[in-house]
DNA sequence: CAACATAATGACAGCGCTGTCAAACATTTA
DNA sequence: TAAATGTTTGACAGCGCTGTCATTATGTTG
């Protein structure tokens, strides 16, 4: 059996190739007639039309790379449903890369994998979205990009974010607004822009409601369970220690419950702990964790979205898209 | 400046574009020194081959699928890592393609899907793995693949696995061992030949110790969280409950904790508790689950690399591995 | 040193599509 | 009805590689 190509349309439909390519990339110029002949046999074929013969002739793979170091697989996930979404309407192919290694070469090896794998662009997951270097070799490049949730905006490129520091604020005042005065923070990973806006939050709510917080309710983490367990034993060993505590993830916070845990420290009732993320974990602890959930698969699904519409026309202006967190009260406040 | 080309590399070397393919083929024939002088203006160019001129001249897209419908993100991030590992090695592209429809169609898409993208093969997850219709339909349409953890395995394709019931058999018999006779069972998801494994070494650990279990210590779940907590609840409001409970993934004994959190009874002192899997989840709660550890990465590394081996030479013959797990005690027990 | 075997190299077609440009056809206008 | 315009179609080159097969260089033998 041989193999149904173009020329196989184009012979039982008697047009030439071309006709068929025009109504393959609906070029317009069709009678419609033909075009519906054309589309019938098509149909009956079960004809396909190869992805490697027409990266050829257009000099472009229609695959973008999602570029990401994270070590959320919940977030991941999320990511690559919504990238995949926008992938498959737009008939684009997506590969996956994830960066395992924070070495120097980091930079070289995305521009080398972009040009190795002709991809047509590039969706950035943080931490990676802040980092300048690769950012300006893209940009040098000129490599299509769009950013997930990076720390500043900028009209060179299309991103999607959530106002983290808007949400980090209206938790605060939920714990606020529920009596706490002593709420302690432990900060995220410190290359991630996002997680610095939960703690601006934190602090505009305290500010706004002239709280004052000493330094030693604010620990450094670094988004991992065991960095949050750390944390939450420091401030919870504090002579006098926080009635609340905010961890910019759920990691941590899952952390901080464990620490309450060991120490025999009573959640809420002693403690109040809220996270961030909506992560699996949140749900699956006991008392689950009030938290704050980002419509990551949808900011993904936009932002490839964004990339495509780029690379489909790199005239087109950079848009900057926000979306809204949601407040998800459960048993650990 | 113009793009570089196998011609730009041949003519720089003064040979033909024949010799400088055979260099990048590595395929033998070439005198060294041309060879090295070759290689030398690649690596001055910086030339990379143009993935789709290959694909289209090869008939062959060095792109494989990875397909999965798996609730478990942590699972999928595991499988991802290990098959891009391979791929990354053999130079060959890993698509995602996640499942989350159950349909009847779902067969046809990934025809479809292989078609439309021209895949030169797949990799199997579980279930998907366990379904005869889409095993059958690959099989009469001759696309490659290997399984990853199918219920059985057959001479008609490569697979990895664990020894899921030999190591049922073993956490059954170290809680045996603790003293414990009354050991409840929650089920997985039917579809999930790895679970029913599990089960089965659970059963042959008790058979062994001539011990008894009443119908009523065994209770169907389908791997979630809820369900776990609703099967626990069910066992543990028995007049004569189990002093010990394995459930068959660590999400539904993470349901389980929640349960006897629930109900006021103390883990592990009074109720015992075991997983499956090594989830993120076991360590993050307290206490943390005593569970089992596959080499996840590593297997969906392997069967990667035997799908890629039967690509490359399909008179090869399947293979089928077989990995240990890890029995991992923490505080649930 | 001729006659042969073998290793190294190159010329060229072709993979299946898209882009360019010219040809054919249809429609409007004078 | 002829010319002028616009619309639809097709011929053909070329994208950057690999496969086939012919050719040339090198080594080996009697």
């Given at each position: 059996?041989?193999?149904?190509?173009?020329?196989?349309?184009?012979?039982?439909?008697?047009?030439?190739?071309?006709?068929?390519?025009?109504?393959?990339?609906?070029?317009?110029?069709?009678?419609?007639?033909?075009?519906?002949?054309?589309?019938?046999?098509?149909?009956?074929?079960?004809?396909?039309?190869?992805?490697?013969?027409?990266?050829?002739?257009?000099?472009?793979?229609?695959?973008?790379?999602?570029?990401?170091?994270?070590?959320?697989?919940a977030?991941?996930?999320?990511?690559?449903?919504?990238?995949?979404?926008?992938?498959?309407?737009?008939?684009?192919?997506?590969?996956?890369?994830?960066?395992?290694?924070?070495?120097e070469?980091?930079?070289?090896?995305?521009?080398?994998?972009?040009?190795?794998?002709r991809?047509?662009?590039?969706?950035?997951?943080?931490?990676?979205?802040?980092?300048?270097?690769?950012?300006?070799?893209l940009?040098?490049?000129?490599?299509?990009?769009?950013?997930?949730a990076?720390?500043?905006?900028?009209?060179?490129?299309?991103?999607?974010?959530?106002?983290?520091?808007?949400?980090?604020?209206?938790?605060?005042?939920?714990?606020?607004?529920?009596?706490?005065?002593?709420?302690?923070?432990?900060?995220?990973?410190?290359?991630?822009?996002?997680?610095?806006?939960?703690?601006?939050?934190?602090?505009?709510?305290?500010?706004?409601a002239?709280?004052?917080?000493?330094?030693?309710?604010?620990?450094?983490?670094?988004?991992?369970?065991?960095s949050?367990?750390?944390?939450?034993?420091?401030?919870?060993?504090?002579?006098?220690?926080?009635?609340?505590?905010?961890?910019?993830n759920?990691?941590?916070?899952?952390?901080?419950?464990?620490?309450?845990?060991?120490?025999?420290?009573?959640?809420?009732?002693?403690?109040?702990?809220?996270?961030?993320?909506?992560?699996?974990?949140?749900?699956?602890?006991?008392?689950?964790?009030?938290?704050?959930?980002?419509?990551?698969?949808?900011?993904?699904?936009?932002?490839?979205?964004?990339?495509?519409?780029?690379?489909?026309?790199?005239?087109?202006?950079?848009?900057?898209?926000?979306?809204?967190?949601?407040?998800?009260?459960r048993?650990?406040?």
């Open positions: 059996m041989q193999r149904v190509t173009i020329q196989t349309v184009a012979d039982k439909a008697k047009v030439s190739i071309k006709t068929v390519s025009r109504v393959l990339n609906k070029e317009g110029s069709v009678r419609e007639t033909t075009r519906d002949k054309v589309l019938a046999i098509i149909a009956e074929l079960g004809y396909e039309p190869s992805p490697a013969a027409r990266a050829l002739a257009r000099n472009s793979s229609k695959i973008i790379g999602l570029i990401y170091d994270n070590p959320s697989a977030y991941i996930t999320d990511v690559q449903n919504g990238a995949l979404n926008a992938c498959d309407k737009n008939e684009y192919s997506l590969v996956i890369h994830p960066c395992l290694q924070e070495g070469s980091l930079t070289e090896d995305l521009i080398n994998l972009v040009q190795r794998s991809l047509d662009g590039l969706i950035l997951t943080p931490p990676i979205t802040d980092n300048k270097l690769i950012i300006q070799a940009l040098d490049k000129k490599i299509p990009f769009a950013c997930i990076p720390e500043q905006t900028s009209s060179n490129y299309s991103s999607v974010s959530c106002n983290d520091s808007v949400i980090g604020k209206e938790i605060t005042n939920y714990l606020i607004d529920s009596g706490h005065e002593k709420i302690g923070f432990i900060i995220g990973h410190a290359d991630h822009g996002a997680a610095t806006q939960r703690f601006t939050g934190y602090q505009e709510a305290l500010l706004a002239n709280i004052n917080i000493s330094e030693d309710f604010i620990v450094q983490g670094d988004f991992s369970f065991e949050g367990l750390k944390a939450a034993e420091r401030l919870l060993n504090l002579s006098d220690r926080p009635t609340a505590i905010f961890a910019a759920d990691y941590m916070a899952a952390g901080t419950l464990r620490a309450a845990f060991s120490l025999g420290i009573k959640v809420p009732s002693e403690l109040a702990i809220v996270g961030f993320d909506d992560a699996p974990v949140s749900r699956q602890i006991s008392p689950s964790l009030s938290t704050v959930k980002q419509p990551v698969s949808k900011m993904a699904e936009t932002a490839t979205n964004l990339l495509i519409a780029k690379i489909k026309d790199p005239k087109k202006s950079n848009e900057h898209h926000v979306f809204n967190a949601e407040l998800i009260i048993e650990s406040t």
